[in-house]
């Protein structure tokens, strides 16, 4: 097939806007070979950005190596998630790493960036801007072609008008990213992100061949998308393109260790990150705050996050007799172990069966067992897990449901569990294993003094854990919503 000529980009602007861009005003940048998007990009923001403020502000852009990595990362996957403190320069890599994709010469390339409010997003727009006019092969002065890249205020959009480009901010609203079109998508402070906004956006991954994803920021207060893609990288489970980048602390380290804040903060090592600033940091901010914030470490408690002896002297309950109505949970992972609890509707527990590396089909096994010996109302499981075994067994007639990881039902169902188990009020068969697994829940505490749960960082099992919480949550759910009205679980 003959070759098809380029769009003829700019040629629908109003005569007299700007002046038009002739083949020779095509900067040199757009016929450059290269061996990776990510060498390009770092050869491109290296010649071409200054940095716009701050530490070395005027001075070329250099890659620092914690920055090549991300770049690296970014380039080789579709979706990649990194978590790190502030103040390590997040927005003025990804205020460079945008340009350079939209100068790249790729014809009408988007950029778009979201993040919890457009304000913050907007920052990034900004500081492109800033080193658009640091870059004189953009702005070009006097240039008769006029400058390469233009500033649409009213839109708070960069456009490179030799292909038609161009950079933009969106609100974190639902309805505001469904139409995105992107060749690279910037969530900015992802670990506070709403779940909903970062699900939409990578379910437009596939909406151009050169899409690329990159959520940003440091650790959350509410389990987001952000926990659970650290979750499942710790567990081996992340799905073939997407990538987990962390810089944080080690756990329970002293928050003055300066050790552990260079371990945290690579912008320390590379000259851009005042230790001064950390030392008025740790000595004004909580602990919380100072550990989330400043050392990138997702705040938990290891140990004590139920009161001495409050699990072993809940009521004793034995497993129900057969043909009780009961909900089933399931908890667990492909490579490491797996776990299913059981509750009936007045809010007992029982352990059901446990087993590392187990395969689909034994859990099938064990869950169709239990349903001849059970009426079970519900076999509650999470999203992410063993998805063809749970259609599978819907398509049996077994009532499969997903747990809701919204951040809302997290917290009530963590909360509610906490308080059952503190004031007695929760019957369990004291089964060994579910001890030990509870003992090792970890929690984390929201802005609110709320509770959230979370897995332990040391590796160690606790899947019978949250498969309690989770079966005791939804047959109290079930329980109320029952025709003779609801029990007292709660």
Known sequence: M?????PAIGTLSRPGAKPDLRLVDIPPWHGWAYRSEAARARRWIEQHVQVPTGSGAGAP?????????????????????????????????????????????????????????????????????QMVERCPELVRDGHPGGPLVAWHARDGMLEYRPSGARLQAHPAKLSAVQGLN?????????????????????????????????????????????????????DGELPPGVRYLEWAAAAGCDVFDRAAWRDANPALAAGFLAPGALEVQAGMLTEREFRTYCLGQWVDTAHGWLPDGAWETCPNAPAPPDGTQVVLAVEGTYRRTVAVVGATLDGSLFFGWAKEAATDRELREVIAAAAEQYEVLEV??????????????????????????????EAQSANEFYRA????????????LVAQHVARVRIRWAVDGSLRLGRPDDGGFADAAFAARAAWWRAGKLAAEAPEGPLAIY
């Open 2 to 6: 003959p070759a098809q000529p380029p």
């Open 421 to 432: 188990i503190t004031e007695g009020t929760l019957a369990h068969d004291h089964d060994e």
């Open 61 to 129: 852009f250099h890659l620092a190596g914690f920055q090549r990595k991300v770049l690296t990362e970014l380039y080789d996957a579709l979706a990649t998630f990194v978590s790190m403190p502030a103040a390590n320069g997040k927005t003025t890599l990804l205020s460079a790493v945008a340009l350079e994709r939209i100068c790249r010469g790729d014809p009408y390339s988007h950029v778009d960036v979201v993040a919890t409010k457009q304000e913050q997003a907007q920052q990034l727009i900004s500081t492109a801007v």
């Open 182 to 234: 992107y060749s690279l998508c910037i969530v900015d402070e992802v670990g506070f992100a709403q779940d909903a906004i970062v699900e939409s956006l990578i379910a437009r991954l596939g909406k151009r061949p050169d899409a690329h994803l990159i959520g940003i920021g440091t650790p959350g207060f509410d389990p987001n998308v952000l926990g659970r893609i650290r979750s499942a990288h710790h």
């Open 380 to 409: 509650c499981r999470p999203k992410r897990i063993r998805p063809t075994l749970f259609a599978e067994l819907a398509e049996l007639g077994l009532p499969v449901t997903a747990w809701d990881a919204g951040a809302d039902n």
